[in-house]
């Protein structure tokens, strides 16, 4: 009961302060420009409660799945009907236009906002993230071994777009399960290109390669009594070497598992100086153990306001893309609709950032803040982008569409809405069977 409670309070959490800001956007733009706002409404349905200030009802209603704002007039296309000053329909095209997009424009900038917040509080992310892509291990048989790229390789680019980081490369792989990806790599002199066939894996199908980068094993606690702690090993310590051989993250617990009651010799760094210690693995059924919980080596960075900014805006701006190469992707079955996230999808990993802890869960709603916000301005019915595409062919043939062919956009509209909530619902489900859609479906 206690996890069905904390999943349903932080989808609400999450869901509540996107829909809040998104349809304040609308709301306070509305406002500025003189419209009449009769309903502000969190979800969808029958009114559930609330109450009226001035000409608005503000409520909550039946459906949680979004919200919205509706104006004086908003959705009538009666001909030559008479308009008050704070109708909708009665102001310019411009203020539509400003009204309609803000709902995005708040999500982005909210998403914005808190990137830029965590910035400058700080947190711990790893090194390898941000570093240039180069190969520093490769799972046997995984589809890099099999692709013939080997240690040092430099991955420069992955389907003619440039990879700059190993995070540039992780999203280019992840997002493409089962696909031939055509990489560009930097081997000594010279550059080839290799075809690669990824594989998918967990639950949500992503794509999967099997390289990794030179990521160093950082020590995170040592157990007391163990071989690490009497060997002189302790907890923020860096290890570059064993037996001097560089050791990186993926290979760190195999090396120490093959080797029990064998004296080995590690080259560490702490605080920055190289020492080296010799620690000997304690033979644990069949294999070594030395008592240690390891991590990727990672960094605090911390950012003054206007750098943090700066920083946040190239994050977003890199999920911006990443959401519309996925889109493209998902249209053209390169992208598999697991890696799709419904509401009881976004309800789980919400419990989950919760129970992480206040930066978590303020790193989440920046994800979906910014996907929201993103999403709505695709030209689809539903979506606030529906309405400003029809603002935009107004605009360029200065002539407003009849009412017979609104109605028919609304009703597609309508359409659509309830099919993607059907799907995304339907498709939470079925990513907990063994063969996905395929399950369910006959064909």
Not at 173 to 202: H, M
Request: proline residues 5%.
């Amino acid at each position: 009961m206690g996890t069905i409670f904390g999943t349903i309070l932080s989808f609400l959490i999450v869901f509540g302060i996107l829909v809040f800001i998104h349809e304040l956007g609308h709301f306070v733009m509305a406002k500025l420009v003189g419209i009449r706002v009769e309903v502000f409404s969190f979800g969808y349905g029958k009114r559930l409660f609330g109450f009226k200030k001035g000409h608005t009802d503000y409520r909550i209603s039946i459906l949680p799945m979004g919200g919205y704002v509706k104006f004086l007039g908003e959705g009538v296309f009666e001909p030559n009907r008479p308009m008050a000053p704070d109708d909708f329909a009665a102001k310019t095209r411009w203020q539509r236009f400003l009204v309609i997009v803000m709902g995005p424009v708040m999500n982005i900038v909210l998403a914005l906002l808190i990137v830029a917040g965590i910035n400058m509080v700080g947190v711990n992310s790893p090194v390898y993230q941000d570093q240039v892509p180069v190969i520093g291990w490769l799972e046997p048989g995984s589809p890099a071994a099999k692709a013939d790229l080997r240690i040092d390789d430099h991955i420069i680019s992955i389907n003619g777009r440039k990879t700059a980081t190993w995070t540039d490369v992780e999203m280019a792989v992840s997002t493409r399960p089962e696909s031939v990806l055509r990489l560009e790599i930097g081997r000594g002199d010279a550059v080839l290109r290799v075809p690669l066939t990824t594989e998918k894996r967990t639950k949500y199908d992503m794509g999967y390669a099997g390289f990794y980068g030179k990521v160093l094993t950082q020590v995170q606690m040592v157990t007391a009594g163990s071989p690490a702690e009497k060997g002189g090993l302790k907890a923020g310590d860096l290890i570059e070497k064993i037996d001097g051989e560089p050791i990186y993250f993926y290979k760190f617990i195999p090396t120490i598992e093959k080797n029990p009651d064998r004296e080995l010799t590690f080259e560490i760094r702490r605080d920055g100086a190289p020492m080296s210690l010799k620690i000997t693995p304690r033979k644990q059924g069949q294999v070594g153990k030395i008592g240690v919980l390891q991590a990727a080596q990672s960094i605090t960075r911390k950012y003054p306001f206007f750098a943090a900014l700066g920083q946040s805006i190239q994050e977003n701006k890199r999920l911006m893309f990443l959401i519309v190469d996925f889109l493209k992707n998902l249209v053209t079955g390169q992208a598999s609709t697991r890696q799709l996230g419904g509401p009881l999808e976004i309800a789980n990993f919400s419990y989950a950032a919760l129970r992480m802890g206040f930066l978590a869960l303020m790193s989440w709603i920046a994800v979906i803040s910014l996907q929201l916000g993103v999403l709505n301005l695709f030209p689809i019915p539903v979506f606030d982008g529906g309405q400003l595409f029809v603002l935009i062919i107004e605009s360029i043939f200065r002539r407003d569409l009849s009412p017979k062919a609104r109605n028919v956009w609304m009703q597609i509209g309508f359409v659509i809405f309830v099919a993607l909530i059907v799907f995304v619902i339907l498709n939470d489900f079925v990513k907990k069977l063994p063969n996905g859609w395929k399950s369910i479906l006959p064909f």
